[in-house]
């Protein structure tokens, strides 16, 4: 069975998520073993093997090819996080931002920054196929960019996270909603990384105030959603959209982001290190967790103002800053074009090719060493 879903995988790109649990249970149980044998799978693996039921159905119903190559995007959508929130927009200009709130057990921690990255490139994905939805569009082809290396694998490899990490929970959660929501809409699913400095406006909307210790000058006054808008336009319209907006999200995803949220603050609960003394010092703060040791939010705790009448910039207090540049633009578009162009016309594992005269046996002459003229192509798209 484990070997026909691995063949089935490579016209389900997003199944390949959920193969390897599988196979390891089932090698670790045959090793060194004959006859029959009971294997126990856990709620994780039952979990796999349902979303399994889905892709082969999906399949017999026909896959278009349009979601199995390679081809220019349709959708695009940039995302950042911190340990103290997450941003993002789309080319078209949707930009959202939520927090973390203070009493949240991963909030101002480093370690779990990979897992909000991925969250975050997540909602981008449901943005997308939201918006393609709304568009009409059959087989959008879905990029999603962001700077950690670790979310742009596990868009394809999550499969890789160790059942001892504590961001297993999260990231298979994530896993199944992107395999679920991209194969119900029939969408091609793409990642990529970019440098950080490029990924400034993303940045910028994944905090806010002083929490990080560096104060940015557009966001140092904690501003509501449309004041945040406004700034943006104002200092960064070189690199976004013109039709930039930072809007709160859908309820359906928002809800998404939140139960994320949770689990991972459950992982963070049960592995933290507790203090050993029995006294507390004066002025010591309590456990912010309830007794049951979940974190218990609600969708406004992660929320961003949308407005607020007194945010503005006093006469005399608006920071000097300097608007980019079309250089900072030229370098996003590299940031994104040049990679892309690089796997759009990289060479094929193995190039099939046609001989001259009779050939014998039944499979046509491949080589792995042919070279491709991309000179062509990449002068056709500058």
């Avoid at 950042?80 to 941003?87: A, E, H, K, V, W």
């Avoid at 990080?212 to 004041?227: E, I, K």
């Avoid at 633009?329 to 990679?339: A, F, G, T």
């Amino acid at each position: 069975m484990i070997g026909r879903l691995n063949h089935a995988s490579f016209l389900i790109p997003l199944s390949r998520h959920f193969l390897n649990e599988l196979r390891r249970k089932c090698e670790m149980t045959t090793n060194g073993h004959t006859g029959r044998q009971t294997v126990r799978l856990n709620e994780q693996e039952v979990a796999d093997l349902k979303l399994w039921l889905e892709f082969l159905d999906f399949a017999r119903e026909g896959i278009s090819i349009n979601i199995l190559t390679v081809r220019t995007p349709t959708r695009m959508a940039w995302s950042d996080s911190c340990p103290f929130g997450l941003g993002g927009y789309s080319l078209k200009g949707r930009a959202w931002r939520i927090r973390v709130p203070h009493d949240c057990p991963f909030y101002g921690e480093d370690t779990a920054n990979n897992v909000l990255e991925f969250l975050g490139m997540a909602i981008s994905i449901m943005l997308l196929l939201k918006e393609a939805a709304d568009d009409q569009e059959d087989h959008p082809c879905i990029l999603v960019l962001g700077d950690n290396t670790s979310a742009v694998s596990w868009i394809f490899r999550s499969g890789r996270v160790s059942r001892n990490s504590r961001y297993y929970p999260a990231v298979k959660l994530i896993a199944r909603t992107i395999a679920s929501r991209a194969l119900q809409a029939g969408a091609q699913i793409c990642s990529q990384h970019l440098a950080g400095v490029t990924n400034i406006v993303a940045d910028l909307l994944s905090f806010e105030g002083s929490c990080r210790g560096t104060t940015n000058q557009v966001t140092f006054d904690c501003p509501p959603d449309d004041v945040l808008t406004e700034r943006v336009h104002k200092f960064y319209s070189q690199v976004v959209p013109s039709g930039f907006q930072i809007l709160h999200l859908p309820d359906e995803i928002e809800s998404f982001a939140l139960s994320v949220m949770q689990l991972a603050a459950k992982s963070w609960n049960r592995k933290a290190k507790r203090p050993s003394k029995r006294e507390t010092d004066t002025g010591g703060d309590g456990n912010v967790s309830s007794t049951s040791g979940e974190w218990l939010a609600t969708p406004s705790s992660i929320r961003f103002p949308a407005q607020r009448k007194d945010c503005s910039w006093r006469e005399g207090t608006c920071p000097t800053i300097d608007p980019l540049t079309s250089t900072h633009r030229e370098k996003l578009l590299q940031s994104v074009r040049n990679p892309w162009y690089r796997r759009l016309f990289e060479t094929p594992l193995a190039v099939w090719h046609r001989r001259s005269g009779n050939v014998e046996g039944p499979a046509p002459s491949t080589s792995r060493t042919e070279s491709m003229k991309q000179d062509r192509y990449t002068q056709e798209f500058d």
